[in-house]
């Protein structure tokens, strides 16, 4: 018996200097080293974000994919802390090859998923490889309500419609939406930001199911927000990715209640007028149910299971102690992983953080 507890003393010690060599080292460089492999499903990943829909958290996992697997991201081509910095081109600009920044020169990327307004044709100019588009969007009511918490301290015309002393502003949204759609936050935006043409009314039904039909032909998935983990499991399983690959911490929340609840009247405004975001997102929630249907009780159990693993990362990280990692288990969908500690700090950069340190990765 003496001799298996010097046997188990040897191997603790052993392990708690490999994990404190392990710690040290990475203490001294700028990037974390990650094992750079992992089977490609696609060549390479198009992110559409749009806006106040979870975008950023969706951001955020592809930014530490990208780094996790030595992976090239396209980056605006601006000069970080430029207004709208995180935006390729200008205000409702498409995609051209000179608002991308390449350090190297090839014009070869694997991930993109920062803010600009899709154009199948402008971006198969750039992706002309296997690449799989994906964009989340939500429901119209809380998308605009959220637009208005979010921006209603900065943006001039929210602020303006705010100031109405009839608690019923919403009703107001036409008055005050800006001539520039792609001002306004308010206005129909997830179709906009996805390629609406903005000559076109949002609320012309006819133009807005003939454009989710080409949508449909271009896009190879389309999350839900009020069904993120489920759809996040989805593409894990798309993207033949694992766990750990699509962990996330919640981005952009607790903001300032602006407007803190909605009335019917409230509601009623803002489908009224958002009415081709409506039919957008009923058209994809339709689908994605249908998916989630299909898949059966095993991506119920998947979701479940993630869910766990995202609260036990989470509380890891919430502990002070840099020294340690923590083990998952595998799984029936997944292999299990080791968390570092050091890998929390990347999980709560927000978009421009990160951004800013790919743009250092990038010049290496």
Not at 19 to 37: A, C, E, Q, R
Not at 40 to 49: C, E, G, H, S
Not at 228 to 256: A, C, M
Not at 332 to 358: A, T, V
Request: net charge positive.
């Amino acid at each position: 018996m003496q001799w298996k507890s010097r046997a188990r003393r040897i191997l603790y010690l052993f392990v708690s200097i490999a994990t404190l060599l392990s710690y040290l080292w990475m203490k001294g460089n700028d990037f974390l080293n990650f094992p750079h492999t992992y089977k490609r499903a696609y060549d390479a990943i198009v992110f559409l974000k749009t806006h106040k829909t979870g975008g950023s958290t969706i951001t955020n996992v592809l930014q530490r994919f990208a780094e996790y697997h030595d992976l090239k991201v396209a980056l605006p081509n601006k000069t970080f802390g430029q207004l709208r910095y995180n935006y390729f081109g200008d205000v409702g600009e498409a995609l051209l090859r000179d608002q991308i920044y390449d350090s190297h020169g090839n014009m070869t990327f694997d991930i993109l998923c920062n803010h600009v307004i899709f154009s199948a044709a402008a971006f198969r100019k750039v992706f002309k490889r296997k690449t799989f588009y994906f964009t989340i969007i939500r429901d119209p009511v809380t998308n605009v309500l959220s637009a208005v918490n979010y921006f209603g301290l900065t943006d001039g015309y929210i602020q303006s419609l705010l100031m109405k002393t009839n608690t019923s502003v919403f009703k107001y949204l036409p008055r005050y939406e800006p001539k520039n759609v792609y001002l306004s936050f308010t206005n129909n935006r997830q179709l906009f930001d996805l390629g609406f043409p903005p000559w076109k009314s949002p609320r012309n039904l006819i133009n807005v199911r003939q454009f989710i039909r080409e949508l449909e032909n271009n896009l190879q998935f389309v999350m839900i927000m009020e069904y993120f983990d489920e759809s996040l499991i989805i593409v894990k399983r798309l993207l033949n990715w694992t766990f750990k690959d699509i962990l996330y911490f919640p981005q952009n929340k607790g903001r300032e209640n602006l407007v803190a609840n909605l009335t019917d009247g409230d509601k009623g405004d803002i489908i009224n007028w958002n009415r081709g975001d409506g039919v957008l997102y009923s058209h994809f929630l339709q689908r994605l149910l249908k998916e989630i249907n299909k898949n059966g009780p095993g991506l119920k159990d998947e979701v479940s299971v993630f869910r766990q693993i995202l609260r036990k990362v989470w509380d890891f990280c919430d502990l002070d102690e840099q020294d340690v990692s923590l083990a998952i288990d595998r799984t029936l969908w997944d292999p299990g992983f080791m968390y570092r500690y050091d890998e929390c700090g990347l999980l709560r950069l927000n978009e421009l953080q990160y951004l800013e340190r790919l743009y250092k990765y990038a010049n290496r």
